[in-house]
């Protein structure tokens, strides 16, 4: 499984992102409610936003956002920001009950 890059323009925690690269792990268990599409909308949903990272390691910051809405519907993004780079990359997704 490869993981896709979409172009994007949004600033989260101060910083300009240019690109989301989505991990295809969320297919496994998920890929029924969710997809790459949907991904994308909850990723806008960051925009503008600062927020306190769950976990540092080496460059890399992990956020976990519980709480995102779309559709009426609540969704769950794990997510990472590499320091010095113009990405955000999503490490899973899934709905919430």
Known sequence: ???????????????RIIKVVI?????????SSIN????LELVELLTGSSFEPEMELGNFQYFVSDNLVRSS???KLIWLLEKNALY???????RRR
């Open 1 to 15: 499984m490869t993981r896709r890059e979409y172009p994007i323009r949004l600033t989260i925690n101060g910083r």
């Open 23 to 31: 991990d295809p792990h969320y297919e496994v268990n998920h890929s």
């Open 36 to 39: 790459d599409a949907v991904i």
């Open 73 to 75: 519907k609540r969704y």
């Open 88 to 94: 955000i990359g999503v490490i899973n997704a899934y």
